[in-house]
């Protein structure tokens, strides 16, 4: 489905990414897909809009890794992905496979980044993410990332490619090696969205890094920023101060019709006491989440072909009888899957994919 950047503000998911996530860089070595699928599916439901798929490894064929990626997770998951890569043949492998319109992560000030990449924008479409830095690097002020953005915009407009598919990111620095660093930052992100009607991305967590309890510092840089116009942001659906953020945010500033998505949100947080009132405590809010019977149903209702067929090899050697995993395993998990295609919460590319795991698991019984 579509995604609209600048109605409300758009949440990417960060954790396809290999930086600083060991278990991540062995998925990529060793080509198991299957965590990276469900890394994204965590992920959307967390609640992210986007998903960031970045697989660069010094020890991997990235050409060939990423455009797997890119296929796979469309086709278990219906987010927008953002293809995010160094690599220019990466980005057009990626890109040619891609469905619809990506979000491409990205080009910057540089000459030769802008004369590699907005072919390819132009070529495949895309919203291109730009970064304000050039051959002397970030500048240190706000007004020497808006000439920087101001330089992309000319020359995007030189290809073809309008403003609209442009997201600047003006890129968060450390304020622990920094004191100005949050202000010029949020000061650019302000300055881009008024002077050049253009929308802005950032990735949120680098500016605590070096600090103890970083996520308290990127959750009260995440609300200045959305203050200040910021469209996107690259950020860990796992921490719960940054989700908080976002989601009183949306609701104080009149984005959140009936504070529905707000509601939503602490419905699906773990049971907590309500501080007591004068008169009463409150009610605790109660957790909802997706329940599964079992592993194997849930591998399969996701479309985990090589999850499935391990659970059910491993199932089989612990003793289960092979017609009882087809009556009690696969087929409820099946049902599961048909029902939600009835209802329009599955669609094909879902259904499809849980049809591959369900074969899975039969050849292993088989």
Known sequence: ?????????????????????????????????????????AQQEKGVQILDVNVGLPDIDEVSM????????????????????????AMEA???????????????????????????????????????????GIPETAEGRFKIAEKILKTA?????????????PLALTVSADDRAGIETLRAVKMIREELGCHTSLGVSNVSFGLPMRDLVNAS???????????????NPYSAPMMQSYHTFRALHGLDPSCVGYIAYTQSLPETAAAPTASAAAPAVQKTQTAYASPLQE???????????VLTSELLTQGA?????????????LNTVGEGFEKKTVYLPQLLMSAEAAKAAFEAIK
Do not use: W
């Open 221 to 235: 840089f995440f609300t200045l920023a959305l203050g200040a116009g910021l469209s996107a942001a690259i950020m």
């Open 299 to 309: 591998a399969i209702v996701r479309g985990l072909r090589d999850r499935a067929g």
């Open 66 to 89: 990423l455009t797997h990626a890119v296929c796979e997770l469309q086709a278990v998951i219906d987010l927008p992905l953002q293809i995010d890569t160094a690599s220019v043949a």
């Open 157 to 169: 407009a030189e290809y073809g490619i309008d403003k609209k598919d442009i997201v600047f990111d």
């Open 1 to 41: 489905h579509a995604v609209e950047i600048g109605k409300a503000p758009i949440l990417i998911g960060e954790r396809i990414n290999p930086t600083g996530k060991k278990r991540f860089k062995q998925a990529l070595k060793e080509n198991d897909m299957d965590y990276i699928l469900g890394e994204g599916v």
């Open 321 to 333: 009888e092979s017609l009882a995993l087809v009556q009690e395993e696969i087929i409820p998990a």
């Open 94 to 136: 990626a890109l040619r496979r891609y469905n619809g319109k990506a979000m491409i992560n990205s080009v910057n000030g540089k000459d030769e980044s802008m004369q590699s990449v907005f072919p390819l924008v132009k070529k495949y479409g895309g919203l291109v993410v730009a970064l304000t830095l050039d051959n002397n």
